[in-house]
């Protein structure tokens, strides 16, 4: 899958510490990276797939 495009963003209260980054800017998609190796793999889920994964987290 090409993640041409992605826009890249790391969580709000990462602060300056490693942590994954998201680009849920591509159409269909939200891609999913480790910051501190971002040529390395990529995760990639649908964006429902993606958004019960962080509502269950945040009801954890």
Known sequence: MA???AIWR???RSGNTDCVEVADNLPG???V???K???GPVLTFT???WRT???RLKQS
Do not use: Y
Request: aromatic fraction near 4%; glycine fraction near 4%; proline fraction near 10%.
């Open 29 to 31: 998609v939200v891609a």
């Open 3 to 5: 993640l041409t495009g």
């Open 53 to 55: 994964f962080v509502t």
């Open 47 to 49: 964006p429902q797939t």
């Open 37 to 39: 190796d971002r040529p």
């Open 33 to 35: 990276r480790d910051s």
């Open 10 to 12: 790391t969580a709000t």
